[in-house]
């Protein structure tokens, strides 16, 4: 059974940075694309970057290139977000998202991002 | 950015009754291999996402046929031919053929 499971999400002040890790398993890590997607709650989705199987190449939203970098951990089959500068409106929940065929075919938990003085 | 755009966004529906939402993307989705990266994704209450459709019209594993896609260009379609409780939720259309990946804004499926 595929799994992704979020952690690192918590509550920093402006400016501050946080790193956000995801664990899969139940698949072989190291031929999938990876997304992370974050949504506000209440709000719907909205893409932030990916990562190739090898983690050669990556690309990122406007609203956090410069500030957000993708990276992965093959040995480990762990995708990580480091997040610096973190601004209020990078609040959000956080998912880490497997692609397949362009689509996103499974979905972790999430894990809470609040940015809050 | 490719710009979707979905509607109704909110529909209530009365229990075995279809429901139809319609996702327009402001520019073509067909890829230069070829494929039309579209797909519908819907998200219960509390719940992350769940892949319904990818490329316009193929049901995902474990996806009851009730659900259906359809469309091609820039116009799609996802359709419930008969609503059951366990569809409330919202559901969205992506396209992944060009960075940055778009999402619609979301339609609100309730039960009468």
């Known amino acids: 059974e595929v799994q992704l499971v979020e952690s690192g999400g918590g509550l920093v002040q402006p400016g501050g940075s946080l790193r956000l890790s995801c664990a899969a398993s139940g698949f072989t890590f190291s031929s999938y694309w990876m997304h992370w997607v974050r949504q506000v709650p209440g709000q719907g989705l909205l893409w932030i970057s990916r990562?190739?199987?090898?983690?050669?190449?990556?690309t990122y939203a406007d609203s956090v290139k410069g500030r957000f970098t993708i990276s992965r951990d093959n040995s480990k089959n762990t995708l990580y977000l480091q997040m610096n500068s973190l601004r209020a409106e990078d609040t959000a929940l956080y998912y880490c998202?497997?692609?397949?065929?362009?689509?996103?075919?499974?979905w972790g938990q999430g894990t809470l991002v609040t940015v809050s003085s | 950015d490719i710009v979707m755009t979905q509607t109704p966004l909110s529909s209530p529906v009365t229990l075995g009754q279809p429901a139809s939402i319609s996702c327009r993307s402001s520019q073509s989705l067909v890829h230069n291999d070829g494929n039309t990266y579209l797909s519908w994704l819907q998200q219960r209450p509390g719940q992350p996402p769940r892949l319904l459709i990818y490329k316009i019209s193929n049901r995902f594993s474990g996806v009851p046929d009730r659900f259906s896609g359809s469309g091609a260009g820039s116009d799609f379609t996802l359709k419930i031919s008969r609503v059951e409780a366990e569809d409330v939720g919202i559901y969205y259309c992506?396209?992944?053929?060009?960075?940055?990946?778009?999402f619609g804004q979301g339609t609100k499926v309730e039960i009468k």
């Open positions: 998202t497997r692609a397949v065929s362009g689509a996103f075919d499974n």
């Open positions: 990562i190739d199987s090898d983690g050669s190449s990556t």
């Open positions: 992506m396209q992944a053929t060009e960075f940055p990946r778009t």
